[in-house]
């Protein structure tokens, strides 16, 4: 199984709603990352969990808010989103990385829309 | 920091021709990812090389360590291959970390 799972495909929420996304991977890799990528441009590095343990957040704002309840998922939650915050959001794995590099597994992402 | 840039930025071809984009980085690397994308799609992992070359069916990448330069190749090209292919290459001080080109749009024309 090589497949990175996410859902919902599709989310539309209002700025007062609380949502969740989630990620899974059964290839028994032990770093999962969460990327936000707009229109037209390269993904946008949120978190990354090597181990379960959050490694990298990168300066996001609070109302994302990630968790890794085990070695295979990965949630994203969300509260109080602003219009700007739409976007697709990709999740990845892959193993950790020491001095080689690993390759990263992505998902098909979920489409989110701020209403 | 290691800097990423790929050429052409847009490229538009005819069903059946050979495709060419370049990437090149600024800072020596472990590996080099190839990524496609398709529109409104995610993000799919073609390649991860360090050294050489790999093909995979109509794609092939190469890789030259000393020139900090990587090409990837579609052989006959079909407009099913239409999509913008990214390079990556891991952060020097931190791997987990991908350095993301801007991307090539290809679009292949019947």
């Known amino acids: 199984d090589t497949e990175v799972t996410q859902t919902p495909k599709h989310l539309v929420m209002g700025m007062t709603n609380k949502k969740s996304l989630k990620c899974e991977q059964h290839?028994?890799?032990?770093?999962m990352y969460w990327y936000k990528q707009k229109a037209k441009k390269p993904p946008e590095l949120m978190f990354v969990?090597?181990?379960?343990?959050?490694?990298i957040n990168e300066s996001v704002p609070s109302r994302f808010s990630p968790e890794c309840p085990n070695s295979s998922l990965l949630n994203l939650h969300l509260h109080a989103l602003q219009p700007e915050d739409s976007a697709l959001y990709l999740c990845?794995?892959?193993?950790?990385?020491?001095?080689?590099?690993?390759?990263?597994?992505f998902g098909p992402g979920t489409r989110l829309t701020v209403t | 920091k290691n800097e990423v840039e790929q050429s052409p930025q847009n490229l538009t071809a005819q069903e059946g021709e050979f495709i060419t984009i370049n990437c090149s980085y600024s800072?020596?690397?472990?590996?080099l990812h190839w990524l496609q994308q398709h529109p409104g799609g995610g993000i799919v992992s073609l390649f991860m090389?360090?050294?050489g070359k790999k093909k995979h069916g109509r794609l092939i990448a190469t890789i030259n360590i000393q020139e900090k330069h990587s090409s990837l190749h579609i052989t006959a090209s079909h407009p099913r291959d239409s999509a913008v292919y990214i390079c990556a290459v891991p952060g020097y001080y931190n791997t987990d970390k991908l350095i993301f080109g801007t991307g090539t749009r290809l679009q292949v024309f019947p």
């Open positions: 990845a794995s892959s193993r950790p990385y020491g001095d080689s590099s690993y390759e990263q597994y």
């Open positions: 800072v020596g690397i472990s590996a």
């Open positions: 090389l360090s050294s």
């Open positions: 969990y090597s181990y379960e343990k959050l490694s």
């Open positions: 290839m028994g890799h032990r770093a």
